[in-house]
C-alpha cells in the first residue's frame, strides 16, 4: 500500500463532500387559672431569683404555653409548602440551528486565521465518507463531524453544519479549517446521552489510528492524545491529535469537540496549524448561543 496524501480530507468531511409537608402544631393547652397579670410577676421573680415556689410555678406554666419560635401561629397552621421547580430547558428547533453557528469572520478570530482564500460550504446531512475507515475501527468520528455510522440509530432529527476550509487546507502554519455542526434531538436528555456515547467511543481511539482512503489506496497516521476537557467549561470534550507520517505536513493538529446543552450536540472538528485553543472557543459560543434561546 501506498500513501497519497493528496487532501485527506477529500471526498470526506472538509473536501467536496464533506442536545414539605406542613407543619402542623400539637393541640393547644390551655392555661390554668391564674390571677391577672401573674404572668409579669412571675417572669420578674423568676428572673431576679424570688421565691422559689413561684419560681417552680412559673417554669410549669411556660412547659405548658406554646413555644412561638417552634410553633406557627394559628393563621399559617394550614399553610402548605409548595416545592421550586426548575423550569425545563427551552428546546431549540431545527430552523433554529443555522443561527447556533459562527460565521467565517467569528471563526477566522477564534482561530487567529489571517488568510482570505477560505470559503464556507453548509450541509444538511451527515458525513457518509465512502471509502474511508480507520484502525482501530468506528473511530471516524474522532477525525471529522457528522460521521453517520455514530449519529444514524441516535435519534437525531435535524442537523446543520458549516465548513469553512482553504483550498489547500494540508498547512501547519495557520487553520487549514474548521467544520462546526449541530445535531438537534427531541429532549435534553438524549442528547446528553450522544454526547456521552461519543466520548466513550473516542476513548478506544487514544494512540496510534490509521486512516484509509479510497477504499484503502492511501493511508494516514495520526497519534491520538487522551481525552481532556475546557478548562472554561468541563462539559466540552476535547480530543487532539496530529499526523506523524509525513514530511509535507509536519505537526498537521486535527482537534476534535463534543458537548451537549439542552437537546442539541455540537461537534466540531478543527485542523491545520497555529489556531490555539479555537475549536474550544467555537464550541463555547455555540453553547452559549444554544442557552441564550428561549
Given at each position: 500500500m501506498?500513501?497519497?496524501w493528496?487532501d485527506p480530507?477529500?471526498?470526506a468531511?472538509?473536501?467536496?463532500?464533506?442536545?414539605?409537608?406542613?407543619?402542623?402544631?400539637?393541640?393547644?393547652?390551655?392555661?390554668q387559672?391564674?390571677?391577672?397579670r401573674r404572668?409579669?410577676?412571675?417572669v420578674?421573680l423568676a428572673?431576679?431569683?424570688?421565691i422559689?415556689t413561684i419560681?417552680?410555678?412559673?417554669?410549669?406554666?411556660?412547659?405548658v404555653?406554646?413555644?412561638s419560635s417552634s410553633?406557627?401561629?394559628?393563621g399559617?397552621?394550614t399553610?402548605?409548602?409548595?416545592?421550586?421547580t426548575?423550569?425545563?430547558?427551552?428546546?431549540?428547533?431545527s430552523?433554529?440551528l443555522?443561527g447556533l453557528?459562527?460565521?467565517?469572520?467569528?471563526?477566522?478570530?477564534?482561530?487567529?486565521a489571517?488568510s482570505?482564500?477560505?470559503?464556507?460550504?453548509?450541509?444538511?446531512?451527515f458525513?457518509?465518507s465512502?471509502?474511508?475507515?480507520?484502525q482501530?475501527?468506528?473511530?471516524?468520528?474522532?477525525?471529522?463531524?457528522?460521521?453517520?455510522?455514530?449519529?444514524a440509530?441516535?435519534?437525531a432529527?435535524?442537523?446543520?453544519?458549516?465548513?469553512?476550509?482553504?483550498p489547500?487546507?494540508?498547512?501547519?502554519t495557520?487553520?487549514?479549517?474548521?467544520?462546526?455542526?449541530?445535531v438537534?434531538?427531541?429532549?435534553?436528555?438524549?442528547?446528553?446521552?450522544?454526547?456521552a456515547?461519543?466520548?466513550?467511543?473516542w476513548?478506544g481511539?487514544v494512540g496510534l489510528?490509521?486512516?484509509?482512503?479510497?477504499?484503502?489506496?492511501?493511508w494516514?497516521?495520526?497519534?491520538v492524545?487522551?481525552?481532556?476537557?475546557?478548562?472554561?467549561?468541563?462539559?466540552?470534550v476535547?480530543?487532539?491529535?496530529i499526523v506523524?507520517?509525513?514530511?509535507?505536513v509536519p505537526?498537521?493538529?486535527?482537534?476534535?469537540?463534543?458537548?451537549?446543552?439542552?437537546?442539541v450536540?455540537?461537534?466540531v472538528?478543527?485542523?491545520g496549524?497555529?489556531f490555539?485553543?479555537?475549536?474550544?472557543t467555537?464550541?463555547?459560543?455555540?453553547?452559549?448561543r444554544?442557552?441564550?434561546?428561549?
Amino acid at each position: 500500500m501506498t500513501q497519497g496524501w493528496g487532501d485527506p480530507f477529500g471526498g470526506a468531511p472538509f473536501g467536496q463532500s464533506p442536545d414539605g409537608p406542613p407543619i402542623i402544631s400539637a393541640p393547644h393547652q390551655p392555661p390554668q387559672p391564674r390571677p391577672p397579670r401573674r404572668s409579669k410577676t412571675v417572669v420578674m421573680l423568676a428572673v431576679f431569683g424570688g421565691i422559689a415556689t413561684i419560681t417552680v410555678a412559673a417554669l410549669v406554666i411556660w412547659a405548658v404555653l406554646p413555644d412561638s419560635s417552634s410553633t406557627p401561629a394559628a393563621g399559617h397552621a394550614t399553610t402548605s409548602s409548595t416545592p421550586s421547580t426548575t423550569a425545563a430547558p427551552a428546546l431549540v428547533k431545527s430552523a433554529q440551528l443555522p443561527g447556533l453557528l459562527l460565521s467565517m469572520d467569528e471563526v477566522k478570530r477564534a482561530t487567529y486565521a489571517t488568510s482570505t482564500a477560505y470559503t464556507v460550504t453548509e450541509k444538511q446531512q451527515f458525513n457518509a465518507s465512502e471509502g474511508v475507515a480507520t484502525q482501530p475501527d468506528n473511530c471516524r468520528s474522532a477525525l471529522f463531524t457528522g460521521a453517520g455510522e455514530v449519529f444514524a440509530n441516535s435519534g437525531a432529527t435535524a442537523t446543520y453544519s458549516r465548513s469553512i476550509v482553504l483550498p489547500d487546507p494540508l498547512t501547519t502554519t495557520e487553520l487549514g479549517g474548521v467544520e462546526e455542526r449541530v445535531v438537534l434531538y427531541p429532549n435534553a436528555s438524549a442528547a446528553s446521552k450522544q454526547a456521552a456515547d461519543i466520548e466513550n467511543l473516542w476513548h478506544g481511539c487514544v494512540g496510534l489510528l490509521t486512516e484509509t482512503l479510497n477504499y484503502g489506496k492511501n493511508w494516514i497516521k495520526y497519534q491520538v492524545d487522551p481525552l481532556t476537557r475546557s478548562p472554561q467549561d468541563p462539559s466540552i470534550v476535547v480530543l487532539s491529535s496530529i499526523v506523524t507520517d509525513t514530511p509535507r505536513v509536519p505537526n498537521f493538529r486535527n482537534v476534535r469537540v463534543i458537548a451537549a446543552k439542552n437537546n442539541v450536540v455540537v461537534d466540531v472538528a478543527a485542523f491545520g496549524g497555529n489556531f490555539g485553543n479555537g475549536a474550544q472557543t467555537i464550541t463555547a459560543e455555540i453553547l452559549a448561543r444554544v442557552g441564550g434561546l428561549t
